[in-house]
């Protein structure tokens, strides 16, 4: 095909042909791939064979006016042996004469012109028309015989004045154009010839004059107005009717005629209860606007019928009297508050019949005209037969005198009842207070447990009266419920009469209360006693003294031993002191501790059970804290344990074991200890800086007392001499002297000895730090110290295994003497324990063991060696 073909020169619409030589078979069919522009108005077909030809698909339609004027299309074809072709075929438009096109309203509809009749000749429509290649048109217009024509321009004229009268009514005009080629296009003119008014209507009936009853229904026909119209004689006639004066009662129709009712027309009511006669002035047109008119005045009599019954304002009465009101006693005057506004007698009379209701026989009218309405006998409401009855609904009819029957004068109203009003009439029986309230009971009893909550309710008074309806009962307590602690105990609803507390009962206080409560119902009072018994619950815990005690005791006690001589003693308000029972809950590590007697008693003993054993490790702990339990359910069997209510006091002890502060270590390698305490302190605290200063000072010159104290003993092969009445050192053979171990232990400054207890060696006593296991001898008739305190305590060993004393620093300075006595008291420390002596290796090791274990605890822990 691309040797063949190169371009075409096509017409829309047309099919053009190619043939493809050089294929052997076609494997993919001539397809067109794209074109510029792009377009899908062109498509491949087949022929047969291997002939294919390109045609127009009609999306769109090719157009040359609108469209694009060529086209060029990628054609691509591929035979069985893989060769392809890639060709493009160019598509040119050519132009086509095409047929005038008319626009406008004439494009899509018949144009409809309606022309006036007495219209002069002249331009009625203008045509609009084009053609698609631009060319100039011509216009002709059929039949030729009508009184139009049509110019080249396409404007449509009337030749004539039309009378609707004798001129046809209506034409049609064929209006055709024309292209230079002669091709045309025709539309359809529709011209319709109005008529116009020229002549006056006129009214053709002859009554002007109308009675008619008031409170006629909407839509009542009045009269029926007929007019003419001289335009319209051979068709019906299309006059417009309306009402000129007021239109408030009636209402015309505009095309008929008909003079209807559209409103209320009440006679009895301003203005037609004075001018009962209504002028209407009623309009006829032969044109809604600008047309002929006439008018013609109508009058309306409206004459009174019984239309209305009494009226009563306000038409329901309340009254009130009182329940032993006597008989004749006057309560209501109905006539004046009742009238009837008919407008003339006897349509305005009426009178009061028909009481009835609930209770009417209580009650009475004096006469059918007076209207006056009387008790006939007192009313006692506490009455069984009229017990729960307040209020009498009462009815009276009010009615015409006059039957509402005008047979004889209009025969078309015919009324066969009469006209009535009914008044409603509430007559309420006001209560007398007569009696007192009276409670149901003369007195009331309430038991109560002492544990009962606050704001419980404990039961509930109850008071009547005989009175109906019955009173409203506000109750109060007007004595009693109140204790030295408390001015009220006790609460009572107003409404209800329920009784609550406001504080907590005790029975160990007070064990009953009585209390006056009166009922109230606004007048009159009655009043009864109220007793509450508080029922005894065990509520209160056994309350021992001590609580709480810190001591000390030694590692080496006897078991059976009651520790320190303590002994607690416990109460308990509400329980017997046989019904305690002593067990320690928390902190008795292998069970080192018991109390004897156990329970059944009021004071037990603190006992050793078994003996501490740190050496083989069982017992690690130095610091018991034990928190012991006393409960009063001793003389409780274990089914009554499960249901009543046990409680339980608690006491806390603090117990350090120490080792025997006597003891005295063996000579072991020499070694320097050194101890320094530290606070804990805030950053913020001014005086750490003084404090920390001052401390190091201290210990600054202690260890240079210490080093001068060693240079002596070196020089001079011995230790310096204790003072007078000492106790000798012990001597130990030659050693070489080994290095010494400096250890530094970080603890808390201000140490405060807040325990004392007594050396089971020496009997002294000595005082102790709870926490951190600080000790010093005592001084006779020295409280426990009140202000903390910082401690240095350095010791040394020398080769002979003689250790040196061991010192404190205060963190005041005090006088000397104070500060040599503690090195004084000394000596005594000296001597090991009773029945023990330890290889140096030993001590050592015993030494080693206190120190990791003090590490390990956090405190401090002495060596045994030395004071306390």
């Keep these: 095909m691309s040797s063949q073909i190169k371009s075409f020169f096509v017409d829309p619409g047309n099919a053009y042909e190619g043939v493809d030589n050089d294929l052997v078979g076609v494997a993919i069919l001539p397809t067109i791939v794209n074109s510029n522009p792009l377009t899908e108005a062109f498509d491949i077909e087949s022929k047969g064979g291997l002939e294919y030809r390109v045609v127009t698909t009609g999306n769109p339609v090719l157009d040359y006016e609108t469209m694009p004027k060529s086209f060029d299309l990628q054609i691509f074809v591929e035979d069985t042996t893989g060769r392809t072709d890639l060709n493009i075929l160019t598509v040119q438009v050519t132009d086509k004469n095409e047929r005038p096109v008319f626009r406008g309203n004439m494009a899509i509809q018949t144009v409809t012109i309606y022309v006036l009749e007495r219209t002069p000749p002249g ?83 002859k009554q002007r004059i109308y009675r008619i009853p008031e409170e006629q229904s909407v839509g009542t026909v009045v009269a029926n107005i007929t007019a003419k119209d001289p335009d319209d004689e051979d068709s019906p006639s299309r006059l417009f009717y309306s009402i000129q004066s007021s239109d408030r009662y009636f209402s015309i129709n505009p095309s008929t005629g008909v003079l209807q009712v559209t409103g209320r027309i009440d006679r009895d009511a301003l203005p037609l209860r004075l001018h009962p006669n209504i002028s209407v002035i009623v309009r006829v047109e032969d044109s809604p606007r600008g047309g002929h008119t006439s008018e013609m005045e109508i009058t309306i009599i409206i004459y009174d019928i ?75 409401l506490e009455n069984p037969a009229n017990l729960g009855v307040e209020v009498y609904s009462l009815t009276v009819r009010v009615q015409d005198i006059a039957c509402p029957n005008y047979s004889s ?85 107003p409404t209800k009469g329920d009784v609550k507390i406001l504080a907590r009962l005790d029975y160990e206080t007070t064990q009953k209360h ?28 056994p309350v021992c003294s001590p609580n709480f005690y810190s001591f000390q005791i030694s590692v080496s006690l006897a078991v059976g031993t009651n520790i320190n001589g303590f002994r607690i003693e416990c109460q308990d308000r509400d329980s017997d002191p046989r019904s305690f029972r002593y067990f320690i809950n928390e902190g008795n590590v292998n069970n080192h501790f018991t109390f004897s007697p156990s329970a059944g008693s009021n004071t037990s003993r603190l ?103 060693l240079v002596t003993w070196v020089r001079t092969g011995c230790p310096p001499a204790g003072k007078a009445g000492g106790a000798p050192l012990i001597n130990a053979p030659e050693k070489a002297k080994p290095k010494k171990e400096v250890v530094v232990t970080m603890t808390k400054l201000n140490t405060v000895f807040d325990g004392e207890a007594r050396d089971p060696v020496t009997g002294k006593m000595y005082e102790f730090n709870t926490q951190s296991g600080a000790r010093r001898w005592k001084k006779s008739g020295e409280p426990l110290q ?79 060696q030395g004071r306390y």
């Design 607 to 709: 006992i050793l059970a078994s003996r501490f054993d740190y050496e083989s490790g069982l017992d690690t702990n130095w610091i018991y804290r034990l928190r012991v339990y006393i409960t009063d359910d001793n003389l409780l069997s274990a089914r009554d344990k499960a249901t009543h209510l046990i409680k339980t006091g608690t006491v806390t002890l603090s117990i350090r074991v120490i080792p025997n502060p006597t003891t005295v270590v063996a000579t072991t390698p020499g070694f320097t200890v050194v101890t320094k305490r530290e606070n804990l302190y805030s950053e913020s605290a001014w005086y750490v800086p003084f404090v920390i200063t001052l401390g190091s000072l201290l210990l600054l010159g202690l260890l240079g007392y210490l080093g001068f104290l």
């Design 123 to 205: 331009c009625i429509y203008q045509v609009d028309a084009a053609d698609p290649e631009n060319a100039e048109l011509k216009y002709s217009l059929l039949p030729a015989s009508v009184p139009f024509l049509v110019l080249e321009s396409g404007a449509i004229f009337s030749t004539k004045e039309f009378d609707y009268e004798k001129d046809p009514h209506c034409y049609f005009l064929n209006i055709t154009a024309t292209d230079p080629d002669g091709l045309n296009s025709t539309k359809t003119v529709n011209i319709n010839i109005v008529n116009i008014n020229d002549e006056r209507p006129y009214f053709t009936i």
């Design 786 to 864: 009140p202000a903390p305190a910082a401690q240095v305590t350095s010791s040394a060993t020398d080769g002979s295994g003689q250790g040196t004393d061991r010192a404190e620093a205060p963190s005041k300075i005090e006088p000397s003497e104070n500060r040599k006595e503690p090195m004084a008291e000394t000596k005594p420390a000296a001597r090991p324990w009773a029945g023990q002596s330890e290889t140096p290796e030993q001590d050592g090791l015993r030494l080693q063991k206190q120190k990791e274990e003090s590490g390990n605890r956090g405190l401090f822990s002495p060596a045994p």
């Design 409 to 493: 004068k209009y025969p078309f109203y015919t009324f066969d009842i009469f006209l009535c009003y009914i008044i409603y009439i509430y007559i309420r029986i006001k209560p007398v207070n007569e009696f007192f309230p009276v409670f149901s009971n003369l007195s009331y009893e309430f038991n109560v447990p002492e544990i009962t909550k606050d704001g419980s309710s404990i039961g509930r008074v109850n008071a009547r009266d005989k009175d109906w309806p019955p009173s409203v009962i506000t109750y109060s307590i007007v004595a009693g419920g109140g204790t030295r602690d408390y001015t009220n105990i006790f609460w009572i609803s």
């Design 306 to 380: 019984n239309d209305n019954p009494p009226e009563c304002n306000p038409s329901t009465f309340r009254k009130e009297a009182n329940e032993n009101s006597t008989a004749g006693t006057f309560l209501l005057d109905l006539r004046n508050y009742c009238k009837d506004i008919d407008v003339d007698p006897p349509n305005n009379r009426f009178n009061f019949t028909g009481l009835s209701g609930f209770g009417s026989n209580n009650f009475a009218l004096e006469s059918t005209v007076s209207g006056r309405l009387v008790m006939t006998e007192s009313i006692d």
């Design 514 to 541: 009585i209390l006056t409560v009166q009922a109230s119902d606004q007048e009159k009072t009655a009043t009864a006693s109220v007793t509450v018994n508080v029922l005894e619950v065990n509520d209160e815990e």
